[in-house]
């Protein structure tokens, strides 16, 4: 990318309002006598030479703002309310215009530039005696110090640190922000966060619908543990307390009774015993011989089968009739008879028995108060079942128990209405009540059993620590429940705070290797670039030497001593480190710069110098001239700007494909002027112009032109081609001076009035700046002009 | 080229996520801001917000 044309400069710095084809584009005829337009345009190297005040500097400043360097391009005094713009073509004939912001993505550091503070930046010195303040001494170093960018690194690091110190600030504040918002609650639970947080898992796991349940068992446990306390006080009465005493009644309707001699298990069953019976005629014959039975008893076994006579009554027997009274009493005197009616009447006692105590059923009396001894030191969550039957059950039985008594008054009569069916439903029940509260006896004697053998083996203590650690669980629990929800919010906040921690520790690892990378750049810098410097200081300067660098090859950010990164400097074998000229500092800044160049990897920018030879000498001049040509050829393009001829011949001379440009102020505006190369010396270029001059339009503008020309070739001419100004030898000065001729200098002599009167007029208050009016000013200066030629100088 | 265009190959991944918020011609709120609406920081309790929100 090359710059082609600043075509338009409004409004920007001295720039009032340059309009480059304005000014440059001529029309011409050429030697063949073709007519031909030139616009003056840049090409790769481009030496532009102005005198001070002209605008040099400031294009260099609008070339800086184009780079994107700076924002700032000042309006002109008079022009303060008008519009600013500056339009560039570049070698693609592509326009780029600008009227607020001075850079484009296409133009932002493409350009290098060497100047004034080029070498304010990265050259000092600084005179041990003299006053200065530490802050100014540590912004500019010591010795000769290159910060390069090492002064943007370390405004990084500081940002980086400072950002970290914001942000871990931040999170302790959000930190505390959130702990203040459970300082009550933990207070009031006596925990500290630390405890908290290492029970988050348990907490965010704790059910809020448990909480009743646990409060519950919580009352519960406390009750127990203050019985154990009371048992620990009284082991003695532990000792005595009774086993309750289970129920001994049994309402099986089974048996133990005697059939043939053998004992067996035989189930009562009532309605054959209420059945038992005997014939209608038997009972009343039985009724009869109530109080005859051994009378009878010894009669009837003393009839056989062939006795005729009643043994009674001593008549005989009739068959028909008595028979079946003998058969019946035989029957009711039978041994079997006996023995059924006995076996009835056990039966029936049994069954009153059973009865008997079905009714009566009743648990232990004294259980109850075993109970209560019990309960004194254990919980015993147990209630003894109430061991007894309903009064509709009890009438029940209490009827089967009048049938068991007709039974036994009339044993031979059989006996109805037994309820026996509702009698085996009250068994049963009693039976599963019994065996119920048998078993809640069972779980009572266990406990109290356990009690006993845990006061005798010691184990009361152990188990009411126990009961002590589950109540402090308890409520621990019922604690972090009641307050789960703040508790929950405290343990993201904290996650939160751990998250922000993170970043905060990877900018402090940023910073870290930020202050690791500095070094290392630092370091770096004094490989790369220490040697080249050093040769390019010795080239531009031969008797300056830089010798090494001083201190050691690390960069201490703490102490902020640039003196570390200094170099050590001798001039003529002197050391002059710490007290270097402007030219020194000059030279050690060019040979830095050309070393960038160097180093440069993208060599596809535009190379800007203003000035670069200010306080240099002739010597110096010359070399930096062959210098600049030498390491700017693999750059796109070059702009030498300088005040200085004897520099601007030497560029002339060592650059090769190079057009050259004068700047100049007229009215106002400064303005870039192509000077053709055959004309190199300007004032001839100007002269050629004068003699045309009658085909100049006179306007306002060319009166300003003209009268600016006017002044710079009497004053150049006089300066370079009668004195030598421009040559850089002694020897080179006299030869152009005696060159001239002794003729020239006489002619000199005698129109020196003159010549101080063009100049006059062109210098202060004349034509040249003040036009009064078009034709007149035009009229004048034309005068003047013809009077300059026609001094022939 | 920054020095932390330079640092940033040698960073960890977790760290080199930082990175493209450190733009220093903002203020540090701004880059502070910056990280935050990636999520990589957060300094207001958004749990207990949404608990409120729920509780509503």
């Known amino acids: 990318m090359k710059i082609k044309k600043l075509s338009k400069l409004n409004n920007a710095f001295s720039y009032s309002y340059f309009d480059w084809d304005n000014i440059n584009q001529i029309n011409f005829i050429d030697k063949n006598g073709n007519s031909k337009t030139r616009d003056g345009a840049f090409i790769k190297n481009n030496i532009l030479f102005a005198e001070n005040g002209n605008g040099k500097s400031k294009l260099v400043d609008i070339f800086k703002s184009i780079n994107g360097s700076t924002d700032i391009i000042e309006k002109h005094r008079d022009w303060e309310n008008n519009a600013q713009e500056i339009k560039v073509i570049l070698d693609d004939n592509s326009e780029i215009n600008f009227s607020t912001h001075w850079s484009t993505d296409s133009l932002k550091d493409k350009f290098i530039f060497f100047d004034k503070h080029f070498i304010d930046t990265f050259v000092h010195s600084t005179d041990p005696h003299r006053t200065d303040t530490p802050q100014r001494r540590q912004q500019r170093g010591k010795n000769i110090v290159y910060l390069g960018n090492f002064a943007e690194y370390n405004l990084e690091i500081d940002r980086v640190n400072a950002l970290k110190d914001a942000i871990s600030k931040k999170n302790c504040m959000f930190s505390e922000t959130e702990s203040t918002k459970i300082n009550g609650v933990l207070n009031l639970g006596n925990i500290t966060k630390q405890t908290l947080l290492s029970k988050k898992h348990e907490i965010e796991t704790l059910e809020i619908a448990e909480l009743q349940t646990k409060k519950d068992e919580l009352v519960k446990l406390e009750t127990e543990l203050e019985k154990f306390s009371q048992a620990l006080k009284d082991k003695t009465k532990i000792s005595i307390l009774n086993q309750l005493l289970e129920s001994k009644d049994n309402f099986s309707l089974k048996i133990k009774a005697v059939e043939d001699v053998v004992e067996k298990e035989v189930e009562l069953r009532p309605s054959a015993i209420f059945s038992f019976t005997v014939a209608k005629g038997v009972q009343q014959t039985l009724h009869k011989i109530a109080h005859k039975k051994d009378f009878i008893k010894q009669g009837l076994e003393t009839i056989t089968g062939s006795t005729i006579e009643c043994p009674f009554c001593e008549q005989k027997i009739k068959k028909d009739d008595y028979l079946q009274i003998i058969k019946d009493y035989q029957e009711i005197f039978d041994e079997t008879f006996s023995k059924e009616e006995e076996n009835i009447k056990i039966l029936l006692s049994k069954y009153r028995t059973l009865l008997e105590n079905l009714k009566d059923l009743q648990a232990p009396t004294q259980n109850q108060i075993f109970l209560d001894e019990a309960k004194k030191f254990i919980t015993i969550q147990e209630v003894l079942p109430i061991l007894s039957l309903s009064e509709q059950q009890k009438t029940i039985i209490k009827a089967e128990l009048t049938l068991v008594s007709k039974k036994e008054s009339k044993i031979l009569e059989k006996v109805d209405g037994s309820n026996i069916e509702k009698i085996k439903i009250i068994i049963a029940e009693a039976t599963t009540l019994v065996a119920f509260y048998n078993e809640i006896i069972q779980k009572i004697n266990t406990r109290v059993k356990q009690l006993k053998d845990d006061a005798n083996n010691g184990r009361l203590e152990t188990k009411k620590l126990e009961y002590e650690t589950t109540v402090k669980t308890l409520r621990n629990d019922i604690f972090y429940i009641d307050n789960k929800t703040v508790f929950v919010n405290y343990f993201h906040a904290n996650d939160q705070e751990k998250e922000n921690k993170k970043v905060v520790d990877g900018l402090e690892r940023i910073y870290q290797v930020m202050k690791t990378k500095i070094v290392e750049e630092f370091n770096k810098f004094i490989t790369d670039y220490f040697s080249v410097i050093q040769d390019f200081v010795k080239e531009i300067s031969p008797s300056m030497e830089i010798l090494e660098v001083a201190g050691e090859g690390s960069y201490n950010r703490n102490n902020r001593e640039p003196a570390l990164c200094g170099f050590r400097i001798e001039y003529n074998r002197q050391d002059c480190s710490n007290s270097l000229s402007e030219g020194e500092k000059q030279v050690i800044a060019l040979a830095f710069f050309f070393a960038r160049l160097k180093k440069e990897p993208n060599k596809n920018k535009v190379i800007i110098l203003d000035d670069p030879i200010t306080s240099f000498d002739t010597g110096k001049r010359k070399s930096t001239a062959e210098l600049i040509q030498r390491e700017s050829k693999d750059f796109d393009q070059l702009f030498v700007f300088t005040c200085d001829p004897l520099f601007r011949e030497y560029c002339l001379k060592q650059i090769s494909d190079r057009n050259f440009y004068y700047i100049f102020k007229t009215r106002g505006s400064s303005a870039i002027h192509y000077v053709p190369t055959k004309k190199e010396t300007i004032y001839s270029s100007f002269e050629d112009e004068f003699k045309n001059i009658e085909n100049s339009q006179g306007s306002n503008e060319n009166v300003i032109i003209f009268g600016q020309k006017l002044r710079f070739c009497l004053e150049t001419k006089i300066k370079e081609d009668y004195f030598g100004y421009s040559e850089d030898k002694l020897s080179s000065m006299i030869e152009q001076v005696a060159g001239k001729g002794k003729e020239k200098f006489e002619k000199l002599i005698d129109n020196k009035d003159i010549i101080l009167q063009i100049y006059s007029y062109c210098n202060t208050g004349g034509l040249a700046h003040y036009p009064r009016d078009g034709s007149t000013s035009w009229n004048e200066l034309k005068d003047k002009i013809k009077q300059y030629l026609s001094l022939d100088l | ?56």
């Open chain 2, 1 to 56: 080229m920054t020095l932390i265009e330079l640092i940033k190959n040698g960073l960890k991944d977790e760290d080199r996520a930082i990175l493209p918020h450190l733009d220093f011609l903002k203020n540090d709120d701004e880059i502070i801001e910056s990280i935050k609406s990636v999520n990589l920081l957060n300094f207001d309790n958004n749990h207990e917000n949404q608990e409120t929100e729920q509780t509503q």
